[in-house]
């Protein structure tokens, strides 16, 4: 499984941007039990659980601080996960990570805490003025 993420750059604050996850090793149709999550790490801090959706259903979970600017989907016809986010501010600077787990449930916060299977290398986003 590979993650490849794209869309990240800077952006003044108040802006948005809508970053790319391109997951390769398995089609999100022909395999439904797989959880996709957005991640991130800004520089001196631990990292961060932004959102996951489930392949099968759409299904989404969102972190508190995600909630109301941060929109996670999926293309299945291109086997991309999106992370659409809104009302940029310098605090959302950081290293953005798709990762990606197989599992049989969907659990939540779970993968907020413990990671998941699979990571793409991050794209930096800078929000500054």
């Known amino acids: 499984v590979q993650l490849v993420e794209s869309g990240g750059g800077f952006v003044h604050p108040g802006g948005s941007l809508k970053l790319s996850c391109t997951v390769s090793g398995f089609s999100f149709d022909d395999y439904d039990y797989y959880i996709i999550g957005w991640f991130r790490q800004a520089p001196g801090k631990g990292r961060e659980g932004i959102a996951t959706i489930k392949t099968k259903d759409h299904a989404t979970y969102y972190a508190d601080s995600a909630k109301g600017r941060f929109t996670i989907s999926s293309d299945h016809a291109k086997n991309i996960v999106y992370l659409e986010m809104n009302a940029l501010t310098p605090e959302d600077t950081a290293l953005y990570f798709c990762?990606?787990?197989?599992?049989?449930?969907?659990?939540?916060?779970?993968?907020?805490?413990?990671?998941?299977?699979?990571w793409g290398k991050g794209i930096q986003v800078t929000v500054a003025s």
């Open positions: 990762a990606a787990n197989a599992d049989l449930q969907y659990r939540g916060s779970f993968y907020f805490e413990y990671g998941m299977d699979y």
